[in-house]
């Protein structure tokens, strides 16, 4: 796809009342885990990017989005129904997790959607995972492909919001404290809300990371 076009939906898959994903067909799509598209509400004009969460053999292509209330984009998106078309860009980005291109080790971490870009990774590059996957949520229903996502990797999950008895009771910061940084070879995937980038980026610099080695994807500007 060179240009913007329509894609039809095959289905709205609902994980919780807010976050939903969306399956569209995928028709001579090229893409590389880590790119967006960008997706257009009703009338055709106003867009918003989305992760692309699928992989690059899938058949389909899938997307991980929150439901914003009173949002533009998303609540269309939400509604839409199998069969019905939708507006999309072809892909673009430049966030490439896990392709550092010089085999060194690497860490995800995630917030909300912002696992997105990670599990399009995960499905397209099964055998070379990450050596740990840092994932936050508000509520232990946001947390997506829970038991998929611990059979592919060191999965290390924090729901602030609530308490869950397979996650960690607080936020992902408490939990890379104790088991980071790995060797100064290791490159860093963030992506979500700003706040948990912000706040990963200074401390992995405090701890001596290289900045180079720091490569984030910012969806969201909220507090978790
Ligand atoms: C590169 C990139 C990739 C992205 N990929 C994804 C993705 O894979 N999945 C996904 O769900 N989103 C993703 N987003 C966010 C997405 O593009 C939209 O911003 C989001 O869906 C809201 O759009 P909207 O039109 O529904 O709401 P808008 O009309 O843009 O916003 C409605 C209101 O909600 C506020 N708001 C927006 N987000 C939040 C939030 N998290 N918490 C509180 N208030 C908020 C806005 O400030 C505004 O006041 C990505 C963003 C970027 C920049």
Known sequence: MSEAGRARVIKVQWHNPDVFELWLERDNFDFVPGDCVALFGSDGQGSRPYSLASGIHDPELRFLIRQMEDGEVSPYL???????????????GWF???QNGDRAPFVF???GTGIAPFMAYLRSYPDRPPQQCYYGVRQR???VAVPWLREQIDLRLAVS???ADD???GRIADLWADSLPLPSDTDYYLCGLDAMIDEATVWL????VDIARIH????FNAEL
């Open 78 to 92: 939400a509604q839409l129904q199998p069969g019905d078309t939708v507006k999309m860009s072809p892909p673009f």
């Open 96 to 98: 490439r997790p896990g």
């Open 109 to 111: 971490m995630a917030t």
């Open 141 to 143: 229903a946001d947390a």
């Open 161 to 163: 919001r609530e308490v």
């Open 167 to 169: 996650a960690h009771h």
């Open 205 to 208: 610099q405090g701890q001596g």
């Open 216 to 219: 984030r994807e910012c969806f």
